[in-house]
């Protein structure tokens, strides 16, 4: 068992299967996003921007607890910060319905992508709300900007920033 567990780490790292860095985002996400309204975003509107997925869920406490302090402070920080939601709703509707009731003035990738459940398992997402932060080009800053955000929002933009540029 554990000679797999080797040539598995081994593949990865000689082929990048499993691992947090994207060279692009548009090797992570589709090359169209959604808004709330369902109009389709180019990719390139995150150009030079931290961006969040946000992998949450309407029918989840913890995430529906969360959601509005990051609401507010995406649009306090949408000049160089933006959210890309990323659903485990049970179904489009419901996806749609979560963000219009959070007032989600995000991104989306969209329920039907193949990206979709395709980040999760390369973030390594085991429960939700998660927020994984990612610099413009893709690059793992922290799979924790829920538990940052949660201990000092006033510093977390700033902190992400300087290991973006670092």
């Not at 990738?109 to 398992?121: E, I």
Request: negative net charge; glycine residues 8%; hydrophobic residues 40%.
């Amino acid at each position: 068992m554990k000679s797999r567990y080797f040539l598995y780490m081994i593949t990865s790292l000689i082929f990048g299967m499993g691992t947090l860095h994207a060279e692009g985002l548009e090797k992570l996400l589709p090359e169209t996003l959604v808004n709330s309204a369902g109009e389709e975003i180019k990719l390139d509107a995150l150009e030079g921007k931290i961006v969040a997925l946000y992998f949450s869920a309407g029918w989840c406490p913890p995430c529906r607890a969360f959601t509005p302090s990051l609401v507010e402070f995406r649009n306090e920080n949408s000049d160089e910060f933006e959210v890309v939601f990323v659903s485990s709703d049970r179904t489009e509707e419901a996806m749609k319905k979560y963000m219009t009731d959070y007032k989600m003035d995000f991104l989306a990738v969209k329920f039907d992508a193949p990206q979709r459940p395709a980040l999760g398992r390369n973030f390594e997402v085991r429960g939700i709300p998660t927020l994984v932060v990612l610099d413009d080009k893709g690059n793992l800053i922290t799979k924790n900007g829920r538990g940052d955000l949660s201990r000092d929002a006033a510093s977390a933009l700033k902190s992400w920033q300087s290991k973006a540029d670092g």
